[in-house]
C-alpha cells in the first residue's frame, strides 16, 4: 500500500499554490527532499507519520486547484485519517505535531467550504 494512490505525484507542483500552503507547518526544502527520496518506497507499516503527512499534504494542495477531483481528495485526507490512531498515540515528536497540525487545518478548510 502505498502513501497515496498517485502514479506520478508532485508534492511541490500540488502545494505550493499562494492560497493555501503546508509550508507555514512545515519545512519547505526538507519535506520536498524527504517526499522525493521516499515516496516510492514509504508504505503506513514502515513510516505511519510520514505516510499520513504526505496524504494530509497533498490533500490540501489539491483542495485548493480549480476543479480538483472531489473524490481523490477525500481518498487522501481518508487515507491520513486511517492513521490517525497510531498518529495520536506514538511518542511526540516534531514530525507527529506537524502531522496532527495538518490534519485539523485540512479539516477546518473543508469545514470552511461546506459554510
Request: net charge negative; with cysteine; hydrophobic share 45%.
Amino acid at each position: 500500500m502505498k502513501c497515496n494512490g498517485w502514479d506520478t505525484p508532485s508534492a511541490d507542483g500540488i502545494v505550493l499554490t499562494q492560497r493555501v500552503s503546508a509550508y507555514p507547518i512545515l519545512d519547505k526544502a526538507s519535506f520536498l527532499a524527504e517526499f522525493d527520496r521516499t515516496y516510492e518506497c514509504t508504505s503506513p507499516e514502515t513510516d505511519f507519520l510520514w505516510c499520513a503527512m504526505v496524504n494530509t499534504v497533498l490533500a490540501i494542495g489539491c483542495r485548493v486547484i480549480p476543479g480538483s477531483n472531489e473524490e481523490q481528495i477525500c481518498n487522501l485526507f481518508t487515507n491520513a485519517l486511517n492513521l490517525f490512531a497510531k498518529v495520536a498515540f506514538a511518542f511526540s515528536t516534531l514530525r507527529k505535531v506537524q502531522t496532527l497540525t495538518l490534519m485539523v487545518r485540512t479539516q477546518v478548510l473543508a469545514d470552511q467550504e461546506q459554510d
